[in-house]
């Protein structure tokens, strides 16, 4: 709605968009800032130096029902300034005031109402109550101010930033009482962490105006805060709280404040605490009376400030001559600190026995810093250990599961393969039953390789002719072919017929004359035979 009325061309144009816009839009069930609308036709007539329609505009627009109170608070808070813009003050006062009365029916908290309209309900808007202060400490008068303020309390809608306003508003007026009402009552709607800042600025302006002239009174304040804070807030205060003992008060109380704090605040802060009370005993008692709160800070405090203490705990016995006392204190503090993480605490330590030990103080020096080795190798060998099994049961739950995953895909490919071999795949010559493709099968399997090599039993003659196949006439092989290698193999021939001829005729079968025109593989079989032949 908004760009389509930069889209008409003139006023009346814009009036009539405006005027359909408030018509067409449903504030409850519109998304988005339905007020704008009402705001921008209202800014539209002031622009143009026309007050009057602006005002009827914002006056019917505080009595629509919109979705939330703040977006009547908007509508209410736009006719302020438009009022102030136009240099009419009174008018922007009056109405804020009009948009912040009370319903008849007395205090009701916005649960309790909130079915009823938004337009009623204008007065428990904060931005409201605060648009008027503002204009009431500007514009009105000190009791209608302080009358504003209050009723903001009255109805719990106040902020903490509200209560620090009217406090700092009533002591720039000079009421100073009256600020210390106001921070009470403070006090007593939030609690903490809100109600920090406001116990922060109640404590101070309450030293700060009556100093030692009403200690029991501030001590109170102290103890109802230190009451209620809890031990992450609690420093501060009692920082405070000692150091109004310390300038108002008695030491002694300043001390125990400190060892009160010592003991409740946050384990952070602890170590700060400790070391400011050790400060403060040194300056008011002496260095001997710091003894108690060393050893009670050795033992509250967590191990890694253990080290800090003990050192400032040696170097004060050094500095009283008490050796001893000293190096009892660097052996105790010698099982928090590993010699690899640690070494400033051993080279002083060194420092302190080259000083002031002998051959046999050194010694037990070094003893114990080989002992305190061990034991620090030992917990990182157990915890390396831990480490190494939890990494390697993390490993082995992996790999388990690569496996799986491994094994589920080589699950998931053979049965694609099987899948595949299962379908059918159609040939002319394919058998058509189950007994005909195993048959074939068989046939395939045991089917003779062309590259075997037979050999065959004794008397089983070769034949290398096929049925069908046409005899081919065999011709002497002329011995001017072979050459030398002739007359070798008929020197061999020649012995042959001679153990030929030993063989007697009844078992000699074959004649010699054959032999010149035989294959190998015949002859062969022929000088076996005859061997056996002469053997038996």
């Not at 700092?168 to 009552?185: M, P, Q, T, V």
């Not at 253990?306 to 050192?311: N, S, T, Y």
């Not at 620090?376 to 939890?390: K, V």
């Amino acid at each position: 709605w908004h760009k389509r009325v930069k889209l008409m061309p003139t006023p009346k144009k814009i009036v009539e968009c405006y005027k359909e816009a408030l018509e067409t839009v449903d504030p409850l069930q519109a998304k988005g800032k339905p007020h704008t609308i009402w705001c921008a036709f209202a800014r539209y007539y002031e622009t143009h130096k026309r007050p009057q329609e602006a005002r009827a505009i914002f006056e019917k627009a505080t009595q629509v029902n919109f979705k939330t109170i703040d977006e009547v608070a908007a509508i209410w808070c736009e006719y302020a300034e438009m009022e102030m813009r136009l240099h009419n003050y009174d008018g922007a006062l009056e109405v804020l005031k009009k948009a912040t009365v009370t319903p008849r029916k007395g205090l009701m908290s916005l649960q309790d109402d909130a079915s009823g309209s938004t337009s009623k309900r204008s007065y428990k808007s904060v931005k409201l109550w605060s648009f008027l202060a503002d204009l009431e400490e500007n514009l009105g008068t000190f009791d209608t101010t302080k009358s504003v303020y209050d009723k903001i309390i009255e109805l719990r809608i106040a902020t903490p930033q509200l209560i620090l306003n009217y406090a700092c508003w009533l002591e720039e007026n000079r009421h100073f009482e009256d600020s210390f009402k106001a921070y009470e009552k403070g006090v007593s709607i939030f609690t903490f962490p809100y109600v920090h800042d406001i116990w922060i600025m109640y404590l101070n302006k309450f030293v700060k105006r009556y100093g030692g002239q009403k200690l029991e009174r501030s001590r109170d304040l102290f103890e109802q805060v230190l009451e209620k804070v809890p031990a992450k807030d609690a420093k501060v205060f009692y920082v405070m709280y000692a150091q109004l003992e310390e300038e108002y008060g008695l030491s002694r109380h300043a001390m125990q404040v400190y060892d009160r704090a010592c003991r409740t605040v946050d384990e952070s802060d602890r170590y700060k605490m400790y070391m400011l009370y050790i400060q403060r005993a040194t300056e008011y008692f002496g260095v001997t009376h710091t003894r108690e709160i060393y050893e009670r800070a050795i033992e509250s405090l967590p191990d890694k400030y253990v080290k800090d203490v003990c050192l400032k705990f040696s170097d004060m016995e050094r500095k009283l001559g008490e050796i001893d006392r000293a190096r009892a204190i660097y052996t105790h503090a010698s099982q928090f600190c590993d010699p690899r993480t640690d070494p400033k605490f051993w080279t002083v330590w060194s420092d302190f026995e080259k000083r002031h030990g002998n051959e046999d103080t050194f010694r037990e020096m070094l003893r114990i810093k080989r002992s305190v080795q061990a034991q620090y190798n030992t917990q990182i060998n157990l915890m390396s250990a831990q480490m190494l099994a939890a990494s390697k049961k993390a490993e082995d739950e992996e790999t388990a599961k690569s496996q799986l995953n491994m094994m589920a895909a080589l699950e998931r490919q053979a049965k694609a393969e099987i899948m595949e071999d299962a379908k059918p795949k159609p040939s002319l010559n394919e058998p058509k039953t189950d007994k005909q493709r195993q048959d074939a099968l068989v046939e395939r399997i045991v089917s003779t390789n062309p590259e075997e090599i037979v050999i065959r039993e004794e008397g089983e003659e070769e034949s290398f002719m096929e049925e069908g196949d046409e005899a081919v006439e065999e011709l002497a092989v002329p011995s001017a072919v072979f050459g030398a290698a002739a007359d070798s193999a008929a020197e061999v021939k020649k012995q042959d017929r001679e153990r030929m001829a030993n063989v007697p005729e009844d078992e000699g079968n074959e004649q010699p004359e054959e032999e010149d025109n035989a294959g190998a593989l015949a002859r062969f079989k022929r000088r076996r035979g005859a061997a056996n032949v002469g053997r038996r």
